[in-house]
């Protein structure tokens, strides 16, 4: 996996990790890991499913990993990668992943992956579940020889095949650099074709949708005491805090401000403009 395609699925597993002001007393800190939980199936949704395009022969090789959270039982959270087809075996956690390949015609294959957890457990509460369930997950799948079809925007004569897949829980889009179709993200969180992170971006907040600068900012207004509760959540928001209060001033100006995909538009009559019109802009901290 190279670097690009590796950062945003950073971005993805950690998303939501823990918000603004980052303490565990704070509410929307006290129900975390909100999207891409695959639950045992005595709790609740325990499969996910991801259906794509592929555009190659019988024999192009299709690599799929599937990467998620685990909470271990002392609260910590660690990365797990597993590869795809094959069986997922964790401490508390139990489950397998399928992968399926249907020639609808020519060189035109329907992928299927399935995630599904099978713990035998029956959890009596969503934190006694969290420790069996696979957090913020999601799958990365590569070809060889071949094309991935893009699944927000296909090619007319692939458009009834691609409205024919059936994903649960994640969306698939192309991911690397614009116009390369080798790797594909099914991502919990929704996003577009050649999804990218801002370059002035010194780091994950854990909010792809908030504004670096302000989050920076924010973050650095912190009292004492709210640093210290920060500092003990875990090794994560130390780090966070850390490179936050190590931004220089010269950090925080390349984070104000950036403009993106400006467009210079041609002069137009009143008549030509339905509605009004604006370029498109992009701030520094967005992803």
Same mark, same amino acid.
């Given at each position: 996996?190279?670097?690009?395609?590796?950062?945003?699925?950073?971005?993805?597993?950690?998303?939501?990790?823990?918000?603004?002001?980052?303490?565990?007393?704070?509410?929307?800190?006290?129900?975390?890991?909100?999207?891409?939980?695959?639950?045992?199936?005595?709790?609740?949704?325990?499969?996910?499913?991801?259906?794509?395009?592929?555009?190659?022969?019988?024999?192009?090789?299709?690599?799929?990993?599937?990467?998620?959270?685990?909470?271990?039982?002392? #609260?910590?959270?660690? !990365? +797990?990668?597993?590869?795809?087809?094959? &069986? /997922?075996?964790? =401490?508390?956690?139990?489950?397998?992943? @399928?992968?399926?390949?249907?020639?609808?015609?020519?060189?035109?294959?329907?992928?299927?992956?399935?995630?599904?957890?099978?713990?035998?457990?029956?959890?009596?509460?969503?934190?006694?579940?969290?420790?069996?369930?696979?957090?913020?997950?999601?799958?990365?799948?590569?070809?060889?020889?071949?094309?991935?079809?893009?699944?927000?925007?296909?090619?007319?004569?692939?458009?009834?095949?691609?409205?024919?897949?059936?994903?649960?829980?994640?969306?698939?889009?192309?991911? #690397?650099?614009?116009? !390369? +179709?080798?790797?594909?993200?099914?991502? &919990? /969180?929704?996003? =577009?074709?050649?999804?990218?992170?801002? @370059?002035?971006?010194?780091?994950?907040?854990?909010?792809?949708?908030?504004?670096?600068?302000?989050?920076?900012?924010?973050?650095?207004?912190?009292?004492?005491?709210?640093?210290?509760?920060?500092?003990?959540?875990?090794?994560?928001?130390?780090?966070?805090?850390?490179?936050?209060?190590?931004?220089?001033?010269?950090?925080?100006?390349?984070?104000?401000?950036?403009?993106?995909?400006?467009?210079?538009?041609?002069?137009?009559?009143?008549?030509?403009?339905?509605?009004?019109?604006?370029?498109?802009?992009?701030?520094?901290?967005?992803?």
């Amino acid at each position: 996996m190279n670097a690009k395609v590796d950062a945003i699925a950073k971005t993805v597993i950690y998303e939501g990790y823990l918000l603004y002001p980052y303490r565990t007393s704070n509410i929307k800190n006290q129900q975390r890991f909100t999207f891409g939980g695959v639950y045992p199936p005595a709790f609740d949704v325990s499969t996910m499913q991801t259906q794509c395009l592929l555009e190659a022969g019988k024999e192009a090789e299709v690599e799929v990993t599937v990467r998620f959270l685990h909470m271990l039982p002392d #609260g910590a959270v660690v !990365e +797990r990668t597993v590869s795809a087809p094959g &069986p /997922i075996a964790f =401490e508390g956690i139990d489950g397998r992943t @399928e992968v399926e390949r249907e020639l609808l015609r020519d060189v035109v294959t329907r992928l299927t992956v399935r995630i599904l957890n099978t713990s035998p457990v029956a959890p009596a509460s969503r934190d006694e579940a969290l420790r069996h369930t696979m957090l913020s997950t999601h799958t990365i799948l590569t070809v060889k020889d071949g094309a991935f079809v893009s699944m927000a925007d296909p090619p007319e004569e692939l458009r009834a095949e691609a409205a024919s897949c059936k994903n649960n829980g994640t969306w698939p889009v192309l991911v #690397g650099e614009p116009g !390369e +179709r080798d790797t594909l993200l099914s991502s &919990p /969180i929704i996003l =577009e074709d050649y999804p990218r992170i801002a @370059e002035e971006s010194p780091g994950d907040l854990f909010d792809g949708t908030e504004v670096d600068e302000l989050l920076s900012l924010s973050i650095l207004s912190l009292t004492d005491d709210e640093k210290a509760q920060m500092r003990a959540v875990d090794e994560r928001a130390r780090e966070l805090l850390a490179r936050t209060e190590a931004l220089t001033a010269d950090d925080l100006m390349k984070l104000h401000a950036s403009m993106r995909g400006m467009r210079t538009l041609r002069s137009l009559s009143s008549e030509d403009l339905p509605s009004p019109l604006v370029g498109e802009g992009q701030g520094g901290g967005h992803r």
